[in-house]
């Protein structure tokens, strides 16, 4: 099989693409033949060096998201069968023709829908309700979202208006983006380089981090509520937190698929059924042959994808 990997830490151009056996899955794993490969700003950052933890060992072989069919089963691996059509988190060897994915994180796809639509759907929407549940917002609380453009972002600026938030305000890193988060009903567009982000949100949910994010914190009301879910870290002024009555709350999948999994489940079923009546889109902003990763690489650290950037083995 190919698959892609990476021999130093570094940007799009350390991608390799190398013939590898097949891995063997384990138990509880699933082996899927991948028809879609989502690319995400974290998996860019590991390859990089410096996502959460560091990067990943060297030689690298990045995990994410995933979108194909079931190939073999693991020992006492139950729930799925050869055949089934699946999309999963998997935590290493994503970009590659076969994948081992944890069956507690894979989900079913439905029939008529793709394998890039389950990537462009699933693990972003998934992120963005899980935000939102834990943010609470009443039905006269404001919601900032930081990285709106993004795979997660536009999903989120579209579930908060589904749930009835009344002011969404998008914040993107330029101007050109403006119209496709307002599109998908953002009351209010902000840039990274405004010297003021408007009038102070309730609820922040940030998807960048790193030097973003005590300017998330500055976005907060008094008495306002950060989630947390990037991989960019970033450091905060306690102060602040006091002095606002501001709380800051991280949130990985990991974490809320397993303490929180009839929530989770019931979230993968309210993402298709919102999906398939047109309320929610998930945008894809380009698919690429897996070859083409580092082209892949380089829209997400130029930050100009409107939508989730797809592979294609």
Not at 92 to 106: D, H, I, K, N, V
Not at 150 to 177: F, I, M
Request: glycine fraction near 14%; proline fraction near 6%.
């Amino acid at each position: 099989m190919r698959r892609i990997r990476h021999y130093t830490y570094g940007g799009p151009e350390v991608l390799r693409i190398e013939e590898a056996e097949p891995p063997v899955p384990g138990p509880g794993e699933l082996l899927v033949r991948t028809a879609a490969i989502g690319v995400t700003l974290p998996c860019v950052r590991r390859v990089r060096g410096d996502g959460n933890g560091g990067g990943d060992p060297l030689p690298g072989t990045i995990g994410g998201e995933i979108a194909g069919e079931v190939v073999a089963l693991g020992p006492e691996t139950t729930g799925f069968a050869v055949g089934d059509r699946v999309t999963s988190l998997t935590l290493t060897g994503s970009y590659a023709e076969l994948a081992l994915a944890p069956a507690f994180l894979a989900s079913h796809i439905p029939d008529g829908a793709s394998a890039v639509q389950a990537v462009a759907l699933v693990r972003g929407g998934h992120v963005a309700l899980a935000a939102l549940d834990t943010a609470a917002p009443t039905g006269t609380e404001s919601v900032l979202i930081t990285g709106a453009a993004s795979g997660t972002g536009h999903l989120a600026v579209q579930l908060a208006k589904l749930r009835g938030v009344p002011r969404v305000v998008a914040a993107v890193g330029s101007d050109a983006k403006a119209d496709f988060v307002r599109a998908l009903g953002a009351d209010e567009v902000v840039t990274y380089d405004q010297a003021s982000w408007g009038e102070p949100a309730d609820i922040v949910l940030d998807g960048v981090g790193g030097e973003l994010l005590p300017r998330a914190l500055g976005a907060l009301a008094t008495g306002g509520r950060l989630i947390f879910f990037n991989s960019g870290g970033g450091t905060v002024p306690a102060y602040e937190l006091l002095a606002g009555s501001k709380t800051l709350t991280g949130l990985t999948m990991r974490h809320f698929s397993t303490a929180h999994r009839e929530l989770y489940d019931r979230h993968h079923t309210q993402l298709w059924e919102l999906a398939g009546s047109g309320r929610l889109r998930a945008a894809v902003h380009t698919e690429l042959p897996l070859a083409d990763a580092a082209k892949a690489h380089a829209i997400i650290e130029a930050r100009s994808n409107l939508g989730k950037v797809v592979l294609r083995p």
